[in-house]
Nanobody, 125 residues
Framework: VQLVESGGGLVQAGGSLRLSCAASGFTFDDYTIGWFRQAPGKEREWISCTRNILGRPSSADSVEGRFTISSDNAKSTVYLQMNSLEPEDTAIYYC???????????????????WGQGTQVTVSS
């Protein structure tokens, strides 16, 4: 199993970035992909996932309306479109994957077995 993030960088407040998570080594349709982030000195935070307990995309309240998760199943790639970025969004962003089970939350980071290396997002004020 391999997950490779890309698309991070430096952007001014109010700007946008699109992160990509290219997946390989497993049956994409059987898994959920989650995005997490970790800022210096803070705990890892769940951002979004492709399948929540109902099998639908879901995002945390802190990014709802600004971040959008999407999937290209043909490419086994998940995207995180981030708009209206704020300095508080500065963090290392990780994608992770676990097998999908309907009824199980997608926000619990300890349930994810595989993680990418992370990509840095820095938002300047």
């Amino acid at each position: 199993v391999q997950l490779v993030e890309s698309g991070g960088g430096l952007v001014q407040a109010g700007g946008s970035l699109r992160l990509s998570c290219a997946a390989s080594g497993f049956t994409f349709d059987d898994y959920t992909i989650g995005w997490f982030r970790q800022a210096p000195g803070k705990e890892r935070e769940w951002i979004s996932c492709t399948r929540n307990i109902l099998g639908r995309p879901s995002s945390a309240d802190s990014v709802e309306g600004r971040f959008t998760i999407s999937s290209d199943n043909a490419k086994s790639t998940v995207y995180l479109q981030m708009n209206s970025l704020e300095p508080e969004d500065t963090a290392i962003y990780y994608c992770a994957t676990k097998r999908f089970y309907r009824g199980r939350k997608c926000s619990r980071d300890h349930e994810y077995a595989y993680w990418g290396q992370g990509t840095q997002v820095t938002v300047s004020s």
